[in-house]
């Protein structure tokens, strides 16, 4: 059974790098499926960060695009999210997500059970 | 604000039935992209619900079903068990910002 699991510091500086991995067990990080990161701030709603391939392929929200770096480490099976330039605004819940295909369709079947990240001196 | 809009609140007593909207554009959901729907329990990560519009993933109970039409889709819970009590989310694909969620219904079991 494939879990996710994430990881990194609980609190960052302003203005510095929000730096999380999310560690792939139970199934390979290899696998044809597509691994998101997804946040939500306290009491809102959950918003889509970007996604990598096992290939190096990525594809990020364009409204986070200048500041968001996805990459993949497949002799550790697991995925890596680092956001620069941070400000309390992205205090929030950090989710790794698994973005499948069933039957042409696709979702996110799979999810970590968040980090806690918050952005403050 | 989200590009897909939910209405902030539902409630319901046990046992009746209840719906969520969830509506889009003809970016999103009315360009033909699939709907999913995520169930959040307090204090948890979400939980895929229905996927592909009206697909029930194995587990989920048959009281929860999608649906889609145009540039809206909703979800319906039938007979209401105060379990259900959680916040929802809609999501699709967007041709101008790829993946998108909906801001997010809570449902409270009366």
């Known amino acids: 059974q494939v879990q996710l699991q994430e990881s990194g510091p609980g609190l960052v500086k302003p203005s510095g790098t929000l730096s999380l991995t999310c560690a792939v067990s139970g199934g390979s990080i290899s696998s044809s499926n597509w691994w998101s990161w997804v946040r939500q701030p306290p009491g809102k709603g959950l918003e889509w960060i970007g996604e990598i391939y096992h290939s190096g392929s990525t594809n990020y929200n364009p409204s986070l695009k200048s500041r968001v770096t996805i990459s993949v480490d497949k002799s550790k099976n697991q995925f890596s999210l680092k956001l620069s330039s941070v400000t309390a605004a992205d205090t929030a819940v950090y989710y790794c997500?698994?973005?499948?295909?069933?039957?042409?369709?696709?979702?996110?079947?799979?999810w970590g059970r968040g980090t806690l990240v918050t952005v403050s001196s | 604000q989200s590009v897909l809009t939910q209405p902030p609140s539902v409630s319901g007593a046990p046992g009746q039935r209840v719906t969520i909207s969830c509506t889009g554009s003809?970016?999103?959901?009315?360009?033909?992209?699939?709907v999913h729907w995520y169930q959040q329990l307090p204090g948890t990560a979400p939980k895929l619900l229905i996927y592909?519009?009206?697909n029930r993933p194995s587990g989920v109970p048959d009281r929860f079903s999608g649906s889609k039409s145009g540039t809206s889709a909703s979800l319906a819970i039938t007979g209401l068990q105060a379990e259900d009590e959680a916040d929802y989310y809609c999501?699709?694909?967007?041709?101008?910002?790829?993946?998108?969620f909906g801001g997010g219904t809570k449902l409270t079991v009366l």
């Open positions: 999501q699709s694909y967007d041709s101008s910002l790829s993946k998108v």
């Open positions: 003809s970016s999103n959901i009315g360009a033909g992209y699939d």
């Open positions: 592909g519009n009206s």
């Open positions: 997500a698994r973005w499948t295909t069933t039957d042409r369709r696709r979702y996110f079947d799979l």
